[in-house]
């Protein structure tokens, strides 16, 4: 499918500083025009990996799992439009559609049954889910999101999915952890999952190229900066929490771990990921950073034929 919206000047140029070489580039805009493939992740609660994809060979879906995660299916056949949200097996929540690279930030945190998560940015609950059912539904996600209709779909999907280890909160991220602080809830594990730009996803929101400009990413940085140094000051020591984006723009990404680092006790941890990335850059334009960036993943669209992302793992020291 093809779209008019063209990316502006300074987008390319930016994407040729990124990227390894015009081939790459050349790459990642013609990849941009076409659309990804559907995927959905199998809801391990309520029925198992081998179960669903026999009833999904029955509709004659061609699917294919991932190898070390066969709960993660990518759909190759055609659909019709809505097909994946209306079958049986979606209302009754057997299966949760959800990008892949969505998947990674709770595949690189793994949560515990025993463990507190807080979900800064949950709805709609993509990656809520994902942690209840790796949970088991034991131990307590803290489920936050700022808009009362998105906290509605966010409520709607844990049912849905049968996810009871849940409580929804609805703050703005930094004021709720002001109120974290006050009952010395300290968490186990945090999802920083940031609004960004979302640069990673042009290919199902090509309006991203009209919206895009410098001031916009400058904006969205000082907003991540403060969501997550405020996430790392409830965080437990040793506590682990996933920073992720779905841009590509460094000042989102490795200035915001920078400034991290600049100002916290903490380190950041190697991921072993089932999809391919490249590694966070340790240099952008004037700016260099600490060499332990090299830890982030970048997630290109056209390494994978996934959505773009980003993401990062770091641990608090004592």
Known sequence: MKHNYQPKQEFIDRMNLLLDN?????KFFKTAKTLPKKSIRVNTLKISPEKLVKILKQKNWQI?????NPEIIQILS???PGELGTTIEHILGYYYSQEITSMMPII??????????LDIAAAPGSKTTQAGAL???QGTIIANDISMSRVSILSAN???TGITNTIITRYEGSALIERLKKSKIKPDKILTDVPCSGEGNIRISPRTYLEWSEKLLERFSKLQKKLASSALEILKPE???IYSTCTH????????IQHLLDNFNITIEEINLPIKSRPGITRWKNKKFSQELKKCHRIYHHDNDMEGFFLCKIRKLK
């Open 108 to 117: 690189a945190l793994n949560p515990k049954p025993n463990e507190i998560l």
């Open 239 to 241: 506590g682990e929490m």
């Open 22 to 26: 015009k081939e790459d580039v050349k």
């Open 158 to 160: 844990l049912e849905r």
């Open 64 to 68: 294919k799992q991932l190898p070390n």
């Open 249 to 256: 723009s460094p000042e989102e990404n490795e200035l915001v």
């Open 135 to 137: 949970m088991k539904n």
């Open 78 to 80: 055609q659909l019709n």
